[in-house]
């Protein structure tokens, strides 16, 4: 299969090689997943996006859809996006839609907190103008490993992209998974994002949808709803429908400080640390495990994460000896 | 294969060679630096220079290097930049040859880095064995040298009027046959010199670091938070130590841009530039935390990276070939020797208090 | 690529470099290991001073205000327009604002231009006032102390004594000097009311209350020296200074103990060596050690910016003419006269910064220059600068950024950044370096020397020069001790300027000495607030700025925090990195509060960079009468934690 490759067939077929081994354990790997993004290009070349839609979701946050040149991408739940607006420079984002609707669809989609330059500028481009991305990067989350288990989605306000990626993701395949939970907390209720989604997830028979806010305002008082930091959701989740630890896969995105108190509520209720699934946020610019910046121990956020277990969080802090989360 | 080259033919061997050649010299004031192109006569030969300032890897991993341009008018149109022009590095020590092969497996490791792997390519190492090492200079303590039993592609050995050329890859085996006038065999009692050099230039280092020590000490979290501190004072945040080290890979990303002054058209290019993990805002994340927020967890980083085992099973080597060149940059005294031998001694020169 | 020897243009060190050039321009520096300044090494700005050269966020043209409104016009347009405008104003109503960051040609352009094209003596820079102590000092010490002393010559010491030099990192290469003393052996005596990174290398560490120095100081001399007043009780000493008798008898036993000794200060430390008072305490401390047996005695007063020595020396000073000579001096204005071909120059002294935003403020000073952006930093309440410029009547900026400065400005000419300038500097020995062209101007930025000569021409006074080697040797001629000074033999001491004062102060050593007047701390108030240079100087923020490195490391500092140590922090119930309430007797404010260990307990430090935004909870700044300079008053404060 190599030859015929051409000039960078060698390269190519190294990245192959990579994501065959990445992905081999879980089953998930497959040349066909990764599309020729790659192929032959220039490392930090990104392929140019039109932007088909821009959806307000909070007032500091918006969701880009994107129709990348030469046709969409295959990618896993988890994985993420460089994003580049020339000029300005580029950021790392979760792709927060599923491959099931890019494949439907051919669009991908991020969504984007603006707090800075490089997503100062993204909020001031509209439909029509054009972004660079280099996509899919990062390892993803471990479906398989969720297979046929129940699932329990915890989000904290921004936190909320990668997984919505996951749940649409295995909504769509629903059959493969077993009960789905899904627990989102925000500071306020205009802090949420995906405001229609999340009312379709309450609606839904096949999901189950708690969501507290920190902070409540008028209209979340008068619907009745849930006011408490989001690890306030386990003892109703305990008599509502409790965890069977063995048989549970925990998915926590969130700011660091909610993941911890997210992961002691999890392992008090004796989740294994192998079942319970986070992400790790670093400082990240290259996304391909060569600038440096986003290395924790001995491993580099970017291509052996975003995505680790609590199993391999605690390895990497002891290896070392410095905090991880 | 051994084979022969006349000092008096060196010029006409370097001339002969294609694409563009870089060499050390020897500036006014006494520093050594890599230049491309330079007159014959002016190129460092073996004991007449230590080391270059900046390692000759800066050549394929420059400090700043631009990765694309741009033009943004409509779409944007991306100008990648040219295919590099073939690059022979003559004079480059045996420190920096093992440093280049170590960044020839970082940056194709996973994902290739094309910029730094397509100059890589086209780059072909003639080293110049050392004699004479200088006196920063601790490579044998991390397999970085004097004298190189592989990686280079050439090695050059100093007989005094002439070299024994060793060749040490493909690459260099096609350079010495396209060019077989220069040369000629070896007389076989040569070899035998070499391996006597080698061992009495081992004799002549000056400093020692010692790195086994180092590695055990960290990977069995050996080292008081105290010594750490201690330590950590005397850095000063310069950068330097990563800036000059060979094996220091970490870049920043940059985008620039300006409007075109005839038509409006915004042009611009992304470059990335030299990073350093001692930097606050290296590691700083977008939402204001930092995992390494103070000067002793960025210090204990950079030494953990170096030195600690778990690194060295991914990077295969410590992070370090024992060129001696953060010992000038360090402004407290807290380079790689004087670090590994305070982890040793667990005692800190200089430290008066507590 | 193509190296190119040049010298950093950030700090007061001036280390030499060599720039790295390919097809896409500068691409980055090597320190020069030859050199005696830094033998190598470059501290975090140094190794990122070309990255400005890629920055392509400049002003490129001359912009003018033409009927109201900002535009880029045409180069000879806006001299003309320039040079009709200063035509207006009489000399005494025209001030010149110089920049501690152009080279001394520019300096020199700049108090020539001053002096004989305007005919002002209003010109100064902004951190001139800083320098004065020091210049008394030089004045009053006299013979057998060398100072400025060489980096070096540190090394040489068996004793170093640091007064108030804070961080290693301020003053990169004096810190490496002594750290590299103290491994191989050398004592450090630290007097630093900071719990710096010193102080775990110090041999003994002092740190006196803020402002107590120049006492402690007065108290060792009356140690060495019972002929000493000291109008003070040992026990009224140690608790003025919070220091026992015991740890100053250490401390004089120390430097008596010494035979080569080495003092190193910070001039613009605000609490230490910037009074006049201190200087004085420690000139006459040296003194005393010079007759109980030190033999050799040097001093190096640390200067933030790269060309504060130069921009003195010369005469960008409302009293100086090039070579540190008082524009009273007949000798010098004569020798000026003739060679400037002009028939007298002003006498009176001029106004300093300080004093002509004032005159600004009440109408006596109508036209002002300013070059660089030095003010931004020195006059850190902005709200007040931006007043003062609007009252400006004609206010031409030669500035390479856009900032408040040439917001205001009437003109503005784009200002040749470092790295396209040529020229010298004087670093803090006194050393004069070379800084080269290392990179094509911009648009149609120009030094700031050339700009001056333009502007005369359009006035009609025909000043030109071919190259800046031209100003140097006018430069040499008109101050003839500066004569046989080689900038590029570095290692030389051909490049070393050294001057004695004759003429300047007084020399009259200030026998009353009193203790500093502190707001009593309570327990509604339990902090003591004090405005502090605590980071590294930036020299021209905006150079800083526009380097992409150092903007994201300068970045982390730009929300207004104050500094507490980690025990009083908690103790406060406050938290690192958290939002904070800061309340004054004069008001309050909302902080961060970041714990920094060097902070002794009972001190807040806010960094003077914010001064700005929390001028309401400080109080006025006031002026210091002798120097001129900005003097900030300790208050008391008390800190809780917020949401
Ligand atoms: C794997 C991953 C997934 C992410 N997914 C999302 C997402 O789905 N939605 C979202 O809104 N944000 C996401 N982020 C965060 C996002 O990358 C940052 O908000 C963005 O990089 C800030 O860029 P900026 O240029 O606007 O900020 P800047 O102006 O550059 O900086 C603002 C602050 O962010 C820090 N910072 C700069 N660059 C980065 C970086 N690359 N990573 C982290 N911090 C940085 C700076 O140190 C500074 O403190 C993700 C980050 C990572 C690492
Ligand atoms: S060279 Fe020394 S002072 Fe500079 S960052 Fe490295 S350890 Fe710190
Ligand atoms: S800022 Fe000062 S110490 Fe740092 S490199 Fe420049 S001149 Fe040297
Ligand atoms: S982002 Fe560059 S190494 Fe991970």
Redesign the interface.
Same mark, same amino acid.
């Given at each position: 299969m190599e030859q015929g490759l051409g000039e960078f067939g060698e390269r190519r077929a190294i990245v192959l090689a990579y994501v065959n081994c990445m992905w081999g354990e879980c089953g998930m790997a497959s040349q066909e997943f990764f599309q020729p993004l790659w192929n032959g290009r220039n490392l930090y070349e990104p392929v140019l996006a039109r932007i088909v839609e821009v959806a307000d979701e909070t007032p500091d946050v918006k969701t880009f859809t994107l129709e990348l040149d030469g046709g969409a991408i295959d990618y896993l739940p988890g994985q993420f996006a460089e994003v580049s607006v020339f000029g300005v420079g580029e950021a790392p984002f979760g792709i927060s839609s599923s491959p099931t609707w890019t494949k439907r669809t051919g669009y991908i989609q991020v969504t984007v907190r603006a707090i800075g330059r490089v997503t100062n500028a993204l909020h001031r481009l509209k439909v029509g103008d054009y972004v660079g991305v280099r996509a899919p990067l990062g390892n993803g989350f471990p479906v398989e490993h969720a297979e046929g288990k129940r699932v329990i989605i915890v989000g904290g306000g921004i936190g909320l992209p990668p997984l919505r990626s996951l749940l649409n993701y295995m909504l769509d395949n629903r059959e493969r998974f077993g009960k789905i939970t899904v627990l989102y907390g925000a500071r306020t209720p205009a802090d949420r994002v995906y405001k229609g989604e999340l009312e379709e997830w309450e609606r839904r028979e096949d999901l189950e949808y708690l969501d507290t806010v920190d902070i409540a305002d008028e209209e979340w008082q008068r619907l009745g709803k849930r006011v408490g930091v989001v690890t306030t959701l386990f003892p109703i989740l305990d008599e509502q429908s409790p965890i069977d630890p063995p048989n549970t896969v925990a998915f926590v995105c969130g700011p660091p400080i909610m993941i911890h108190f997210v992961i002691i509520e999890l392992e008090k209720r004796n989740v294994p640390d192998e079942n319970i699934i986070s992400t790790l946020e670093r400082h990240m610019k290259c996304g391909v495990g060569k600038c440096g910046h986003c290395a924790i121990g001995h491993k580099y956020v970017c291509t052996d994460g975003p995505v680790f277990s609590w199993a391999e969080m605690k390895e990497l802090e002891w290896m070392c000896a410095e905090p991880a989360v | 294969m051994a084979l022969l080259l006349r000092k008096e033919r060196l010029d006409d061997f370097l001339q002969s060679l294609d694409g563009q050649l870089a060499a050390p010299v020897r &500036?006014?004031?006494? $520093?050594v630096?890599?230049?491309?192109n330079p007159p014959v006569e002016q190129i460092l030969q073996d004991s007449d220079y230590v080391n270059s300032?900046?390692s000759p890897v800066? &050549?394929l991993f420059?400090?700043?290097?631009? &990765? @694309?341009k741009?033009k +943004?008018n409509g779409?944007?149109q991306?100008e +990648?930049p040219k295919e590099p022009k073939p690059l022979i590095i003559f004079g480059i020590r045996s420190c920096d040859v093992a440093a280049m092969r170590y960044l020839e497996m970082?940056? *194709?490791?996973?994902?290739?880095?094309?910029?730094f792997v397509e100059r890589a390519e086209k780059t072909t190492l003639i080293s110049v064995a050392c004699q004479r090492p200088g006196r920063n200079c601790f490579c044998p303590c991390c397999a970085g040298g004097p004298f190189l039993e592989e990686g280079h592609d050439l090695q050059l050995v100093d007989f005094g009027d002439a070299f024994l050329v060793e060749v040490g890859s493909e690459k260099g085996m096609r350079l010495i046959y396209a060019r077989g006038q220069f040369f000629e065999p070896a007389p076989y009692e040569l070899n035998e010199q070499r391996n006597k050099l080698a061992e009495e230039t081992l004799q002549k280092f000056e400093i020692a670091s010692h790195m086994g020590t180092g590695v055990r000490k960290l990977t069995s979290?050996a080292v008081s938070d105290e010594l750490w501190r201690?330590m950590a /004072?005397?850095c000063?945040?310069?950068?330097?130590c990563a @800036?000059v080290c060979p094996l220091c890979?970490?870049?920043?990303?940059?985008?620039?841009? +300006?409007p075109c002054s005839s038509n409006g058209v915004?042009c611009?290019?992304? $470059?990335?530039?030299?990073?350093c993990?001692q930097? /606050?805002?290296?590691?700083? $994340?977008?939402?204001?935390?930092n995992?390494?927020?103070d000067k002793v *967890?960025r210090f204990?980083?950079r030494f953990?990276?170096k030195l *600690?085992y778990?690194?060295m $099973?991914?990077?295969g080597r410590v992070g370090c070939v024992g060129c001696g060149r953060c010992i000038?940059?360090?402004?407290?005294?807290v380079d790689m020797p004087a670090v590994v031998n305070t982890l040793r001694e667990e005692k800190l &020169?200089? /430290?008066? +208090?507590? | 690529m193509v190296s190119m020897r040049t010298t950093c243009g950030f700090c007061g060190c001036g280390c030499g470099l060599y720039t790295v050039s390919d097809d896409n321009g500068v691409i980055g520096v090597i320190p020069s290991d030859a050199d005696p300044v830094n033998e190598g090494r470059l501290c975090i700005r140094g190794w990122h001073v070309y990255q400005p050269l890629r920055n392509m966020d400049r002003i490129f043209r001359p912009v003018a205000v033409l009927n109201g409104s900002k535009r880029d016009v045409d180069y000879t347009d806006a001299l003309s327009r320039v040079a009709e405008g200063l035509k207006k104003f009489p000399p005494n109503q025209i001030g010149i604002i110089g920049s501690a960051t152009s080279t001394n040609e520019d300096a020199y352009l700049i108090a020539k231009f001053g002096r004989a094209v305007i005919g002002t003596n209003h010109i100064d820079f902004p951190g001139r006032s800083r320098l004065m102590p020091t210049l008394m000092m030089l004045r009053l010490l006299g013979e057998g102390v060398s100072m400025p002393c060489t980096f070096a010559d540190l090394m040489d010491a068996d004793l170093l004594l640091c007064i108030g030099i804070g961080d290693p990192n301020r003053y990169p290469q004096a810190s490496a000097r002594i750290f590299k003393a103290v491994v191989e052996g050398g004592h450090l005596l630290l007097i630093d009311t900071w719990h710096s990174d010193f102080a775990p290398y110090a041999s003994l560490h002092i740190s006196p209350k803020p402002f107590s120095g120049a006492l402690l100081l007065r108290a060792l001399a009356g140690i060495l020296d019972s002929t000493i007043k000291v109008p003070f009780a040992d026990e009224q000493i140690s608790s003025i200074t919070g220091v026992s008798s015991e740890q100053l008898r250490a401390a004089a036993d120390l430097l008596l103990s010494s035979k080569r000794l080495a003092a190193v200060y910070d001039t613009a430390s605000l609490m230490h060596m910037c009074s006049p008072q201190c200087v004085y305490e420690l000139a006459r401390l040296i003194k005393v050690l010079r007759e109980r047996g030190v033999e050799w005695c040097g001093i190096l007063p640390m200067v933030e910016r790269c060309n504060s020595n130069g921009a003195l020396r010369m005469g960008v000073a409302p009293m100086l003419l090039p070579g540190l000579k008082s524009v009273t001096d007949n000798e010098t204005a004569q020798k000026a006269c003739s060679l400037w071909g002009i028939d007298s120059l002003p006498q009176d002294v001029g106004m300093g910064v300080a004093q002509m935003l004032s005159a600004i403020e009440n109408g006596e000073l109508k036209a002002l220059i300013i070059v660089g952006d030095d003010l931004l930093t020195d006059v850190p309440d902005e709200q007040r600068l931006k007043k003062v410029l609007s009252k400006v009547e004609l206010l031409i900026a030669i500035s390479a950024y856009r900032s408040l400065l040439t917001e205001a400005a009437h003109f503005v000419f784009p200002r040749a950044i470092w790295g396209e300038a040529m020229g010298t500097f004087v670093n803090m020995e006194g050393r004069m370096r070379c800084l080269e062209k290392v990179a094509e101007r911009l648009g149609e930025a120009r030094q700031e020397w050339q700009v001056l000569c333009d502007i005369a021409t359009a006035m009609g006074i025909k000043l030109s020069y071919s190259c800046s080697d031209e100003v140097l040797d006018e430069l040499k001629r008109l101050v003839p001790e500066y004569a046989s000074i080689e900038p590029d033999k570095i290692s030389n001491s051909a490049c070393l300027i050294r001057e004695r004062l004759s003429h300047l102060f007084d020399g009259v050593m200030h026998e009353e000495i009193a203790a500093p007047e502190l707001p009593l701390v309570s327990d509604e108030f339990p902090l003591l607030l004090l405005v502090e240079r605590y980071y590294l100087p930036w020299h021209a923020d905006t150079l800083a700025l526009h380097s992409s490195t150092l903007w994201r490391e300068f970045r982390l500092r730009f929300t207004p925090h104050v500094f507490v140590n980690s025990v009083q922090g908690h103790s406060l119930g406050l938290r690192d990195g958290m939002p904070a309430l800061l309340k004054t007797p004069q008001g309050s404010a909302r902080v961060t509060s970041v714990f920094n260990e060097a902070v002794p307990t009972g001190i807040a430090i806010l960094p003077e960079m914010f001064f700005a935004q929390l001028r309401g909870v400080v109080g006025q700044e006031k002026f210091d009468e002798l120097t001129g300079t900005i003097v900030y008053p300790a208050t008391v404060a008390a800190m809780e934690r917020t949401r």
């Open positions: - | &500036l006014e004031h006494g $520093e630096h890599f230049a491309i300032t900046i800066a &050549l420059p400090q700043t290097e631009v &990765l @694309f741009f +943004l779409k944007p991306i +990648l970082f940056f *194709s490791r996973k994902f290739i880095d094309t910029p979290r201690m /004072a005397r000063i945040e310069c950068g330097g @800036f890979t970490c870049f920043d990303v940059v985008d620039h841009s +300006l915004i611009g290019w992304r $470059e990335r530039c030299w990073d993990c930097f /606050a805002g290296y590691s700083m $994340e977008a939402a204001g935390v995992p390494r927020p *967890s204990k980083r953990y990276h *600690s778990f690194y $099973e991914m990077d000038q940059v360090c402004f407290g005294v &020169l200089g /430290a008066r +208090l507590r | -």
